[in-house]
């Protein structure tokens, strides 16, 4: 899985485009919140991101439960010769390693999923509480949970043409996972008015719990996601049209 992911993002394809879009919105919240703040990715994965944000100048920090995919985030950020990142292999339901009110910016991408269960989804949020700095910003995105088997299995297959089967079976299992809405809202309440929680419209196949400005970008940022998208293939750009 960690080769097939490796590749994904190489090659610019579905799920690549999606975390370069995690990347200008993170850099946005930066640059504006915290310009020479503490960044943290829950979830890092092989640290795509964290790289990103590390190549920008900013202090960045990955968390992941996965060594084997940190140590591919190791190899992505000494290919690019940053000093400026470090990696830590932590639960995100308890992030001893990080200080109270010591983070800037905490960004997770399609991660939480992978929590066991409710309870650690909630003890997750008040870590995340924890850490979190009075004036920092948050800006998460996951999968939700949908309401019947059918639909799961209609999103799960939607690709199925158009990339490896691995990736088939990883999102139907990932779709089965998702937590609902109640979920999210139950776990973000420590949080209070700080995030609000959005999800797509008539299902909610993707969720935002996202600090209130957290989304506004630049007109230069803006134009960057705007040629990722027009890069898309014409499949993914009319499924991006309908979302």
């Given at each position: ?30 640059q504006?919140?915290c ?49 400026n ?15 109270d009110?010591?983070?800037d ?139």
């Open positions: 899985m960690a080769e097939a992911w490796a590749a994904e993002y190489k090659n610019k394809t579905r799920k690549g485009s999606y975390y370069r879009k995690r990347a200008e919105i993170a850099a946005q919240l930066i504006k919140h310009p020479t703040g503490k960044y943290l990715d829950f979830g890092c994965g092989q640290g795509f991101l964290v790289g990103n944000m590390a190549s920008r100048g900013y202090e960045a920090y990955g968390c992941d439960l996965s060594p084997e995919m940190l140590k591919r985030a190791e190899v992505v950020v000494s290919r690019h010769g940053l000093s990142v470090e990696f830590d292999v932590s639960d995100l339901s308890k992030l001893d390693r990080f200080a009110r010591s983070v910016v905490l960004i997770s991408t399609l991660a939480l999923h992978h929590l066991p269960d409710r309870s650690r989804l909630v003890n997750s949020f008040i870590e995340f509480t924890r850490v979190l700095k009075p004036d920092g910003r948050l800006y998460f995105s996951d999968l939700g949970q949908l309401r019947s088997e059918r639909s799961v299995a209609e999103f799960a297959s939607q690709y199925a043409d158009r990339q490896p089967e691995v990736f088939n079976v990883d999102y139907l299992n990932s779709l089965r996972a998702a937590f609902g809405l109640a979920d999210f809202r139950a776990a973000i309440r420590p949080l209070g008015s700080r995030v609000r929680l959005y999800s797509t419209f008539f299902v909610p196949y993707m969720v935002v719990v996202k600090s209130p400005d957290a989304v506004m970008l630049d007109e230069v940022r803006r134009q960057r996601i705007d040629n990722i998208e027009s890069a898309l293939p014409a499949s993914q750009k009319a499924d991006l049209k309908t979302l």
